[in-house]
């Protein structure tokens, strides 16, 4: 690969450069932040920077998002200490989502067969009622299905059907998800 000759391509980061250097010497701080445990005032944050969150979230500390104008958090969402959002792409979480401490959500990579290592990126959709477990890993254009769980370190590639608990990395499918009522 030749990485001198690398450009981003069309790809641009979604902001002027003075937002991105705002959010990146004041509000990123800010929301990772381990000295302000109030997810109110990290929401706070975010939503001036373009993010759209719902009602009743809740933020850790430690949480890292990489460009809050591609975030969009429904309602009653929870999201762990140090989560990276990593999103050259948009991340949609719907309403009661759980991403557990050191989820790893990322929307872009590079092409490992183009000789100039093309970034690739795509959105992450992670629909209601989904929990993605601690450490657990969502890769580029991912959509995690209606209630799915990704347990304990595992490795989504590939997107996860709906109601059904997947497992290792890669991810299989390891059996359906009932809730009792």
């Given amino acids: 690969m030749r990485l001198d000759r690398y450009t981003p391509g069309d790809y641009t980061p979604g902001a002027s450069l003075l937002k991105q250097l705002l959010w990146f010497f004041l509000g990123e701080p800010l929301v990772r932040s381990r000295l302000l445990p109030f997810s109110n005032f990290k929401i706070y944050i975010l939503r001036c ?72 990126s795509a959105p992450i959709y992670i629909e209601v009622g989904s929990w993605i477990a601690a450490r657990a890993t969502v890769g580029p254009g991912v959509t995690v299905g209606q209630g799915s769980v990704l347990c304990l370190a595992s490795v989504a590639g590939h997107s996860l059907e709906p109601m059904t608990i997947y497992a290792g990395n890669p991810a299989v499918a390891i059996k359906k998800r009932v809730i009792s009522p």
Avoid at 75 to 81: A, D, L, M, R, T
Avoid at 103 to 119: A, E, I, K, M, P
Wanted: one cysteine or more; glycine letters at 12%; hydrophobic letters at 40%.
């Fill in 49 to 120: 920077f373009g993010a759209t969150i719902g009602q009743g979230v809740r933020l850790k500390p430690g949480v890292k998002v990489k460009f809050p104008w591609r975030l969009s958090i429904g309602n009653y969402c929870w999201i762990g200490e140090d989560a990276w959002l990593d999103n050259v792409a948009a991340i949609t979480l719907e309403d009661y989502v759980c991403l557990s401490q050191g989820v790893y959500l990322c929307t872009g990579n590079h092409d490992w067969s183009d000789v100039n290592f093309r970034l690739v």
